[in-house]
Structure formats: C-alpha cells, structure tokens
C-alpha cells in the first residue's frame, strides 16, 4: 500500500491555500521497533492549524517546510508493534497522525479506543480536542459557573461552540450562541437547546447582544476575536470571565486587530484569560466520560462535517476558515 | 470666606484643557446639619479623572456638566458638624472635596486623619487612593506572587507604579519599571531599589525588556496601555498575570486601540484582569497599616509633585497626561 501525504511547501500569508502545501505520494513506512503503522481513516480539521503553519514561538512548534501536515486522527492498526501488546492489528486508535493515509509511531503515541461506543468522527469531535477544550475551557478557565448566569459562546455551531453551549445549559445557564447564517442559528436553538442565537453575518449583533442578555454577559467563550469580542466586552457584567479558546476571525487576516474595549475589564473587574487543552491531558479522561454520559442521555449532541478524501485537504481547510463548515469538520481519507 | 471652584464645562475630546472647564467664584457653602465644612488644601490629580469627564456608564457616574470637578482631597475642618461630636474644628481629613477651596458633606464622608503621622500630601499619595490600588492591585490581582518573580510595572515613578515596584522588591520579585526619560529611570532604580529601568523615550522597548526580563514577565501591572501594554504581553511567561490598572496612553487619543497581542494570552495560559480600588474600601486600613509600616522602615519612599494654586488646575491635570509629572501630583489649593 502506497501513502499519501500532504507536506508543507510554504507558509501562508493571509488564508491558506493548495499552493501552501504538496500533495505527496510515498512508500508506506517501514516500522521501528515498538511502533505501530495506522491506516487513517478520518483526521481532525480545526482552527488551531492556522496557528501551527506560523513561523516563531507558540505553545508547541510550528510544522516544518517539508513535513507531513500535523493534525489528529482516529485509524486502524495495519501493523501491531512487536513484542508490545498494548495494541493489536485491527484496534482502533486515535493519535497525531498527520494528514496522510498511513502513519506509524511509537504504540504509547496512540490511545486506543472503542469504536462500538461512538462512530470513528466523533472520537474527533465531542470526545476529542473539541470537546476537551470545551469542557475545560468552559468549566476551568470560565468558572466557576452558576446556574443562571448568562453565558455567549462565539462559533456557537462549530466543534467547540456546540460543546460550551450544551454543557452551559446542562449547568442552568442562560446561553446565547452567535452563528453564521439562519441554519445554523436554528440549529443551535431548535436542537441544542440554546436560549437564543445571533447571527452575525445578518443581525445587528451590537442591538440583538443587548436584547438576549438583558442581564450582560458573565461568560463570553471566543473562539472568533475581532469586532464580536469587542462586542462581548462592552457587554460584560461585574466579576465576568472571557475565555480566549481562539480567534479565527483573524487567523488569515494580514494585520491582527486587538480588543478596543479591554478597558471594560476594569470597569467590570473582569478577567480574560487563555488557556492550552493540551495541559489537561491528565484530566481528559474526566471529561470523556462526562461528555460521553450526557450524549447518552440525549443532553449533548453532536454533528459533523465530512469532507470526503485526502485530495481535498486544502479546501476543506478554507472551507474552515470560511466558516462554511456546519458541525465539526472532518477529513474522511 | 469665599470659595472657589472648577466647574466641567464641556466634555473634552482628546487631550483635556482648560476650556473644559470654568472657574468660579461662589459664596462659602452654608452646611447643613451633620455636615462639615473642610478647607481643603491639597487635592489629588489622577489619571482616572480623565474617565470620570467621559459620558456614559462606568464604575462611577460621570461628571456632570456645571458641577465642580470631581477629586480626592485632604484638608481642615473650619466648621464641624451640629451634634456630632466625631469631627471638630481643626480636624485634619481626607474626602471627596472636589476642586474648590471649601467642600461639604455629611461628617461619616469623611476619614479623620493624624497628620503628625504623615505630610498632608502623602495621604493623597501612598496613603491615598494610588497606594490603596497598588497594593491590592499587585498582591490580589495580580497575585499570588512569588519571590524571584519578574514584575514589570509602566508609568513607574508614578504614583501607582512607584509603589507596585517597592512593593514587589519588599516581596523578593525582581522589579522592571517603565518610565519615560533618565531623570525618572534612574530614580527608581538608585533611590527606589527596581532591579532595572527601562526609558520609553529613548530606549528599544523591546530589546530592553528582553534584556531585563531574560525569563519573560510574571506580573504585569500596565498604567499605560498602547504599545507598550502590546510588547509585555508578548513577554508573557506561563501563567502570567496581566493587571489592568490603567491605560494613561489612551485617555487622551481620539481612537483607543486594544492590545493586538492578547493572544498571548492563550499561547502562555495567562490572564489579564481589571479591578477599581473602591471595592476595596473594607480592607484599606490593612493596605495603610501595612504600607505606613514599609514607609517607617524606609523599605517603601514616597515623592510628590507639587503644583501650587487651585488656579492651574487645568495645565497641572495636562502635565499628568504628558508624564511630566515627577511622581504623585498634587494641586496646592
């Protein structure tokens, strides 16, 4: 079996594009000893890739010109590492795969899971980084919450947005989701249950911020930055928690634009504060098995975006970017 | 006696001056019962009466057009409250006076000071408001601090900024302080003990903080905001603290720009907080004892900046918008 892979041929300026990457064929790897090989079946495409294809330093480095594209995947072991038998031919398992169709690394990089419990795309998504980042990200960095308090969520609809809004309502909050397009503004109220939505690319997002939290904002999870963090901001109330999980609005823009209104921290003796979900690594296990009882329980749902083959890495991501994507956005190899 | 005041005029744009304001002559206010009447002989001039002459909502109304200027200030009780026996006649207290010679209110408005314990100025100074949000402002949101920390404070010879710094050397931090020119710089560092001074006027920010703080920046305790807020933040250490006490750059600027490195935020798992030091009134008597303390030791030193004449109210308040002013600026009534 031959491999496929995308490398990074030259970092972008502005939004990525297929002329920022080559699309490769290889050999299929050969196998250290105490690796494993992974047929990989689906990867992960989230806004955090835009921030690893930058040149400097960051929380983890940035992919190298010429390397295999750095994402996460879920896949089935083709290739069981010798005398480990940790894993198996046939498990499943999620792990940095990268995107390409086949990936090997040492058998303690790969964390085995049960795909008899959720189908392979949300291992991605509501048990994957997304979700993990929502939990923490809510819970840790915007907590602690109470019941009743209003909390805004910016990519209401996207991986993580879902996430922070389903566990916000679980917990008694009144939440608000900001959202692109009617669809997905819908979705988030019909079928998550959120109290109410705004939809930035139609609403006055300043009037409808004000109408839906008459109270102000206790909680603004961000995923978005620019003008709508602004936004939040002048609508905090006293003793407010602003999460900064991202700020893809301005991930592809050439000149990065900071929050105007920070000063209502102050007035508002308010906190913002960033966190990595990566540093909750000893505590994912914690939040699976929330996430995945609440799922259970038809509290917390999940939806995906499926882009189908490698081929259309590149699009998919601009797609991303675009916030065309409607639920977590994965690559289907 | 007559008094005289400063009135708001017109809310300024920009830089504020003396056409925002008007002088007065007014009869000496007849008290009413359980009111003092204090003669008021120094008042205090602070970055933050530049927010109070803004429209719209804030942690405190603003100032409203005909009344006289908003201020803290120390004087003598001229003529004491009827049947109250807690202020007498040459009583020494602090209170909102305003910018007017002679200032009434309600008795329980105003704090009984001992001026054999301290210079009248200095009760405006490290005694004062700027000592009260230096104190909580460092050690409890910014906090907590460790020994062998790196704190960076601007508009270090301040009022605020001087104190923050002694305070973080008596704790054990290393101390940067941010000042603007060789006069304030040095001062800090060879009569006030900072570790390092770095001159905004002159110096390459940028490079001078990366040589100052080797190990990036724990705390920073921003006055000032604009660039220099933006270069800390891109010094951040893991689990920095970003206090937002300030923002004196701003004030005065028709645009006021926001912090386009706030993503460091989330890269170096850091917060950024604001607070406003009147929610801190229950506890000023342990921020007073404990500074009055470091000042007899000789650990914490205080210098003011006198103005004298209630007439040059408006060049003295521009002076503390240019940073001409050499540590805590006062108006001699």
């Known amino acids: 079996m031959k491999n496929q892979q995308w490398k990074l041929k030259a970092r972008p300026t502005g939004m990525v594009s297929r002329e920022n990457f080559d699309f490769v064929e290889a050999a299929a790897p050969s196998i250290n000893d105490g690796e494993a090989l992974v047929e990989v079946q689906y990867v992960s495409l989230d806004p955090a890739m835009r921030g690893w294809l930058n040149e400097g330093k960051s929380y983890v480095p940035p992919v190298g010109i010429g390397e295999v594209m750095r994402a996460i995947g879920v896949g089935k072991v083709v290739e069981a590492p010798k005398n480990d038998p940790a894993l198996k031919v046939g498990d499943f398992v ?107 690319k139609h609403d006055d997002v300043r009037a409808k911020m004000r109408e839906a939290c008459p109270q102000g904002i206790d909680v603004y999870f961000d995923n978005v930055g620019g003008e709508i963090l602004d936004l939040a901001l002048a609508s905090l109330r006293k003793k407010a928690r602003v999460v900064i999980c991202g700020a893809i609005s301005q991930y592809n823009s050439p000149s990065f634009v900071g929050p105007k209104n920070y000063m209502s921290l102050l007035v508002n003796r308010a906190r913002m504060e960033g966190f990595v979900v990566f540093d909750y690594a000893p505590r994912y296990a914690e939040a699976a098995m929330a996430i995945a009882k609440w799922h259970k329980e038809g509290k917390l749902k999940a939806r995906e975006d499926i882009v189908d083959g490698i081929a259309q890495f590149p699009e998919a991501l601009q797609k991303l970017f675009r916030g065309e994507n409607f639920g977590k956005l994965v690559l289907k190899l």
Chains 1, 2 share one sequence.
């Open 94 to 200: 999620v792990g940095m795969t990268g995107i390409q169709l086949l990936s090997s690394a040492p058998a303690k990089a790969w964390t085995k899971i049960d795909p008899s419990l959720m189908a392979l795309p949300r291992w991605l998504g509501i048990l994957g980084m997304p979700g993990m980042t929502a939990y923490f990200g809510l819970l840790d960095i915007g907590g602690p919450i109470k019941a009743g308090e209003t909390l805004v969520v910016s990519a209401a609809s996207g991986a993580v947005g879902a996430v922070v809004g389903q566990i916000g309502k679980i917990h008694g909050m009144r939440v608000v989701g900001i959202a692109g397009g009617g669809d997905k503004c819908r979705y988030i109220v019909d079928e998550l249950g959120f109290d109410a939505a705004i939809d930035y």
